[in-house]
């Protein structure tokens, strides 16, 4: 009986000791609930906001132009305003440009859907588009009350590609200089050649010789007179 009842007790004061070590581990768990709820909720800290998603393409389209170039545009945000990059295929020629400007205060008493419809057609319509340096895209709904969401052209390879080829096809400075230099030397060249035949058909001593080569030669042999004796007297020219 003495061993059964020291055997109850034992067990009793077993039970006690682990309902109190979990009492303990709750009141410690339960604190520590709390004291990150004030830590979250404490004045003079700011709450952790969600991050914002990076920007995207604000709208962006396809189209094909007169001249049967196979187009697609895109936009983006600027600092200051968008731009609207185009990247058209002609064939095997590849070529892109970028159109800039700030409709955001049209944007504030127009629909937004409105104003890329009406880009879109504008693009369409271009006839040579990225080839134009003064190309600018209006909106009826924005071009009077807000010109500057008019979007005007700031960049174009295929503007670039054309300057270059013209730069390789124009003559030099020195090549034009060394070109009017010939043309104006020739014809004083000329005249001077000119001047002097005349005055050697006109020289008395040939006009002498020539007679006397006719004279005694006759018409058919007065050439090769005239040549001994031009050699034998000698002549200016």
């Known amino acids: 009986m003495r061993v059964q009842s020291l055997t109850l007790l034992s067990l009793l004061l077993l039970a006690a000791l682990v309902l109190s070590v979990e ?8 604190h520590g609930s709390k004291a990150s709820t004030d830590k979250l909720h404490a004045p003079g800290k700011p709450q952790m906001e969600p991050r914002s998603q990076p920007s995207k393409h604000l709208t962006k389209g396809k189209f094909v132009t007169q ?3 196979n187009c697609r545009w895109a936009v983006t945000e600027q600092e200051e305003g968008i731009a609207l990059k185009v990247e058209c295929t ?11 400007g700030n409709p ?5 008493s127009n629909q937004k859907n409105v104003y890329w419809k009406q880009i879109g057609r504008n693009l369409r319509s271009q006839k040579i588009i990225c080839g134009d340096s003064k190309s600018v895209l209006k909106t009826r709904v924005c071009r009077k009350k807000f010109p500057e969401s008019n979007l005007k052209l700031v960049n174009s390879t295929l503007i670039r590609n054309q300057k270059s080829s013209q730069k390789l096809m124009k003559p030099s400075t020195e090549e034009q200089s060394e070109v009017e230099k010939t043309t104006l030397s020739s014809p004083a060249k000329t005249q001077t050649t000119a001047t002097n035949y005349s005055k050697c058909v006109e020289d008395p001593d040939l006009v002498n010789q020539r007679k006397i080569a006719l004279d005694y030669c006759g018409e058919s042999w007065s050439f090769f007179c005239n040549f001994f004796i031009s050699m034998i007297q000698g002549s200016s020219c």
């Open 23 to 30: 009492a303990e581990k709750e009141r410690k768990k339960r």
């Open 104 to 108: 955001t205060s049209c944007f504030e």
């Open 67 to 69: 001249d049967h170039a």
């Open 90 to 100: 002609r064939q095997d020629n590849k070529f892109s440009c970028f159109f800039t």
